[in-house]
């Protein structure tokens, strides 16, 4: 993907604690706009703490912070709308509808003609059959659609995605894989366990350890799959 | 406003579906009344008992409501979803307070009818309804906050009645105060009424900006 000069996301020396147990450590690094960001590691390495970073919903215990120019935390409430997150939980309310539900977040985002994007959107991701049907009977494949349709409702610059195959078929798959690709303008910030995938997709590896440090960070290019895998059982990249 | 407008008509549409909070403020009013009914052994109450009664119940009764006002926030990740969009923190606090006011007043719609059915009573009911209505804010805005605060804790429902109670004193003696003298003996006096009501729009106030200043840091984690 072709990036511009401005980084989109900017990390130095980011550290995060739970109770004096730190949960990612010392991570620095540069995603430019329109890049795509992959972070690989085992189980427990904080992968889904560092995109909770990134989306304004954690602060950093140390380090500096940076994400489509502003500096998180302080500024996180310039680029809140910018982002789109889909993370382990759909963020969708079990006693209204897929509808009702991406109706509540256009109008948080305050989305122009959003009866027209929401149409759009649960055609793309094959959901639109069972838009009027409540949250709380879906499966959880339906659920994690509909959650793709609420994090990309809003047209975000940055879209951080935790495993966004998690629960899809083969053919579902394919079908996401469609909406949450590169696209003009838009930097993207990918969990996988998917070693193979998340490397192809990559123009910057973020590879963690299962303690929380850095085990690689750098272009795409500089590490390879084997090398991807082997952190997974505790090696680190040169 | 949209996103004030926006998290009002979510949360009155679950209710409506899901009648979780207000028929369970409504039974538990009229369950307690009719426990006070026989307790007491008294077909009628006036003054400072009337008013204790009535207040107290509704105000017990109101903590339902409030342990639940946030349950769906945390539980469904409707926190994150409002904290992920481009509004102000304040947006949640305005649209749960208003959430709480409604639901109170829905539940003196059945409370105080059914007070006057018990207990006697219902001249000075008009009056009390705006007493009521000035309590309904100043409970509804401490509720949200004390409910922000204790609904990460596992222990929420006992923290929120135990941080609450403590710091509505002060409102259910102005609220006593004003009621007091309305379900008096030999009907309704309207002494003192200005001096309570005025005691109780401050309170609501204080905590409507204490709010309005704090909420955002609330939010954050």
């Known amino acids: ?238 | 406003m949209r996103a004030f407008r926006a998290i009002l008509a979510k949360d009155l549409r679950t209710e409506l579906r899901t009648l979780e909070s207000v028929p369970a403020m409504a039974l538990f009013a009229v369950t307690t009344f009719v426990l006070f009914r026989f307790g007491l052994d008294r077909k009628e109450l006036e003054g400072s008992l009337a008013a204790g009664v009535l207040l107290a119940t509704v105000l017990f009764a109101s903590l339902l409501a409030i342990n639940r006002v946030f349950v769906a926030e945390r539980e469904q990740g409707g926190f994150d979803a409002i904290r992920l969009a481009p509004v102000d923190g304040t947006a949640l606090f305005a649209a749960k307070v208003t959430v709480l006011v409604i639901y109170l007043t829905a539940l003196e719609l059945v409370a105080v009818p059914m007070f006057a059915f018990f207990f006697g009573g219902t001249e000075g009911m008009f009056v009390l309804v705006g007493v009521l209505l000035l309590a309904n804010v100043g409970v509804a805005t401490l509720g949200t906050i004390v409910s922000s605060i204790a609904v990460n804790s596992r222990a929420r429902d006992l923290i929120a009645p135990l941080l609450l109670l403590p710091l509505l004193i002060p409102l259910m003696i102005a609220a006593a105060g004003a009621a007091e003298p309305l379900l008096a003996e030999g009907g309704p006096s309207y002494d003192d009424l200005g001096k309570w009501t005025a005691v109780l729009a401050l309170y609501d106030l204080v905590f409507i900006a204490l709010g309005y200043a704090v909420y955002d840091f609330l939010l954050e984690d």
Not at chain 1, 150 to 164: F, G, N, S, V
């Open chain 1, 1 to 238: 993907m072709e990036a511009s000069a401005q980084p989109a996301i900017s990390l130095r020396d980011v550290r995060r604690d739970y109770r004096d147990f730190p949960v990612i450590r010392d991570v620095t690094l540069d995603v430019a706009a329109g890049q795509t960001l992959s972070v690989l590691g085992p189980n427990g390495a904080g992968k889904s703490t560092l995109l909770r970073i990134l989306a304004t919903l954690l602060r950093p215990t140390a380090g500096q912070v940076e994400v489509l120019g502003s500096a998180l935390p302080n500024q996180a409430w310039k680029v809140r709308g910018r982002i789109g997150y889909l993370g382990h939980e759909p963020l969708l309310y079990r006693e209204l509808t897929i509808r009702e539900n991406l109706e509540f977040n256009a109008r948080l985002h305050g989305v122009e003609d959003p009866a027209g994007r929401i149409a759009e959107l649960v055609e793309r991701a094959g959901i639109a059959r069972r838009a009027d049907e409540y949250v709380r009977n879906l499966s959880a494949g339906m659920l994690q659609r509909a959650a793709i349709c609420r994090a990309l409702l809003h047209d975000p610059e940055l879209l951080l995605l935790d495993e966004p195959r998690s629960h899809l078929d083969v053919a579902a798959a394919g079908e996401v894989e469609e909406m949450l690709g590169p696209a003009p303008g838009r930097t993207r910030v990918l969990i996988t366990h998917d070693v193979e995938q998340g490397l192809e997709a990559a123009d910057v590896v973020l590879a963690l350890a299962a303690d929380g440090a850095v085990a690689y960070s750098g272009p795409a290019g500089g590490i390879s799959s084997a090398e991807a895998r082997a952190v997974y059982g505790g090696g680190v990249v040169r």
